[in-house]
């Protein structure tokens, strides 16, 4: 059964602590990203990658960092230099043609303690 | 650059009567047009999408919506609103022609429809 998975649903991160957001896809997709979503802000684009190895900053990148190593991972650490990190994150992955729709994660409720 | 805009951060209906949920794009070239909707706590589930050809685009649970390439829209509708579809909508843009792959996403309209 292909989708894309990201764990765990919720997290709590204590003040200076590192966290990492998992987002796997079995859907053989290329491309994945990270978004965060605030009330009333939409999705914002944290980082982006087209292929393995390789990932491309997206508007709010700073705090955060990721790796992509395998086609199918693409985690998410959100650093303790990330001020405001609550939030509700969301992973997708895209396939290579333009004109295909995005798979998302059921997303992190990502709270500060 | 390319953009999106929802103009209506929440829509009201009455159950049965028809919705409509706005969205204008500015792209340089011919726009790819996705819509989205989200339960609470859940991610984002497709919905339909234009690519090209017929303008009146058909998409799941009955909802379908109308590219209008002149005022740079893509509204979501649906003939008869109910109670289940109230949730949060979302418009996306890609540029085929921008040179990137990034989908660009509106702040998304609440819909709410009353019973």
């Known amino acids: 059964d292909g989708g894309i998975t990201q764990s765990p649903k919720y997290l709590f991160r204590k003040e200076g602590q590192n966290v990492t957001l998992s987002c796997e896809q079995n859907l053989n997709h290329d491309a994945m990203y990270w978004y965060r979503q605030d009330p009333g802000q939409g999705l914002r684009l944290i980082y982006y990658?087209?292929?393995?190895?390789?990932?491309q900053k997206g508007d709010i990148a700073e705090g955060y960092s990721v790796s992509r190593e395998k086609k199918e991972s693409f985690p998410l650490t959100v650093t303790s230099a990330q001020k405001n990190p609550t939030a509700f994150y969301l992973c997708?992955?895209?396939?290579?043609?333009?004109?295909?729709?995005?798979?998302f994660g059921q997303g992190t409720r990502l709270t500060v303690v | 650059a390319q953009s999106v805009a929802q103009p209506e951060d929440q829509v009201n209906v009455a159950e049965g009567n028809p919705l409509t949920v706005k969205c204008t794009y500015s792209v340089s070239g011919n726009p790819y047009l996705f819509w989205y909707v989200q339960y609470p706590n859940r991610g984002l589930q497709f919905l339909l999408k234009?690519?090209?050809?017929?303008?009146l685009v058909k998409g799941s649970y009955g909802f379908e919506a109308e590219f209008n390439k002149s005022q740079t829209s893509f509204h979501l509708k649906k003939p008869s609103a109910l109670v289940s579809d109230s949730a949060l909508y979302f418009c996306?843009?890609?540029?085929?022609?921008?040179?990137?792959?990034?989908?660009?996403f509106g702040t998304g309209t609440r819909l709410k429809v009353l019973a």
């Open positions: 990658s087209q292929i393995v190895n390789d990932f």
């Open positions: 996306a843009v890609r540029d085929p022609g921008g040179g990137t792959y990034k989908y660009i």
């Open positions: 997708a992955s895209i396939g290579s043609a333009m004109n295909t729709e995005a798979f």
């Open positions: 234009y690519i090209t050809g017929d303008n």
